[in-house]
């Protein structure tokens, strides 16, 4: 009973450091935010940064004969899946998920399309946006270039640059 | 193009802002942002409350969901998806893969507050400005009927488009994007196919077979 006790007293202690730590943390990172984290102790988040590698193999098994490229641009790395001759198809995922979530219809539209699929911007193994206030998702730069020297073009006019439509240059 | 939910708006931002770049356009699951805003009731605020809960003011939404992110991720995919087997383990090993960490969990939360904010003012000035989709659009919505009650109308996003497209399209699964559904597929390849789609808004939209 007695090392019960003494257990849960380290503990205590030891969660009352890690709140200090989180709210520190918490503060550091939202300035907006110090009045409410100082009166009330957060539990610490034990996440990584980023999400681990692609397994490769799973990668050719739900995507068979799909290439991955990158799109880079000046804000961002997009990664992008791309099978077929034809008529270019870009899907666009949705919320919470990745590219995946065509695994069972990108291959049979690759048969007669050239399909791309990115992962938008914040999801899956894409760059993360770095700052507030940015339009609605897959910002790449207003020369995105493509996965080939064929694609480039279709990228530029495929992708939204990301300007607010007013003051785009690219506008058409 | 073909985009699904988040993707989907993404898409319908470009019909907006760049039409000449978009052929024909699929659209999943989606009324615009501004309509799904504006339409706002208890019925779209229980069953879609990530739409009000991840727009709060950071960190709350982002350290909430970062104390169990897979427990949260599962609630939303199985609260979203209607049909048994639509997932496949492989698919939501790779969400799980993909969400449960920090950069993930903030910069959706961050697409969010993007859509609620400077995503809302484009839609504004849009429709001030009486911009429409001008490309053939193809609207899919998931079959439940009370999920399409919820998400929107296709007359929500027929005001959208210049009334050039096809009709939507209802007895569809949910969660259309991952089934091969023979309705489902065959309708966005017959969309993206045909290479001459007529223009008047007096013609009486198209029906796929």
Known sequence: MREQNSATTMNRREMLKLSAVATLVGTAAFPDKIQATQTVAMKPISLPELPPKASEDLAATLFPGFVQTEVRTSGATIPVFHKGDGPPVLLLHGYPETHVTWHKVAPRLAERFSVYLPDLRGYGDSSRSARRRSPPQLLVSRNGVGPGRDDASFWARAVPCGCPRSRCSRRT | ?209
Request: include cysteine.
């Open chain 2, 1 to 209: 193009m073909g985009a699904h939910d988040r993707g989907a708006r993404v898409a319908h931002r470009l019909c907006l802002d760049s039409p000449k770049s978009v052929k024909k356009v699929c659209l999943m699951d989606i009324a615009p942002t501004l309509t799904m805003y504006r339409q706002t009731n208890q019925e779209f605020a229980t069953k879609y409350m990530w739409w009000f809960f991840l727009i709060q003011a950071a960190p709350l939404p982002e350290h909430l969901i970062g104390l169990d992110p897979q427990y949260y991720l599962g609630d939303i995919l199985s609260g979203l998806n209607k049909t048994p087997g639509a997932l496949t383990p492989e698919a939501v090993s790779e969400y799980v893969r993909c969400f449960c960490c920090t950069s993930t969990i903030h910069a959706t939360c961050e697409d969010f507050r993007a859509a609620a904010d400077i995503g809302l003012e484009m839609d504004e000035a849009d429709e001030r400005a009486g911009n429409k989709i001008v490309a053939p659009v193809h609207v899919l919505w998931g079959a439940k009927k009370q999920r399409r009650a919820v998400v929107g109308r296709p007359r929500d996003l027929a005001g959208e488009s210049g009334l050039n497209g096809y009709r939507a399209r209802s007895r569809l699964r949910p969660f259309s994007p991952r089934r091969t559904s023979r309705g489902n597929l065959r309708g966005t390849a017959a969309l993206l196919r045909h290479s001459v789609i007529r223009r008047t808004t007096q013609e009486r939209p198209r029906r796929l077979t």
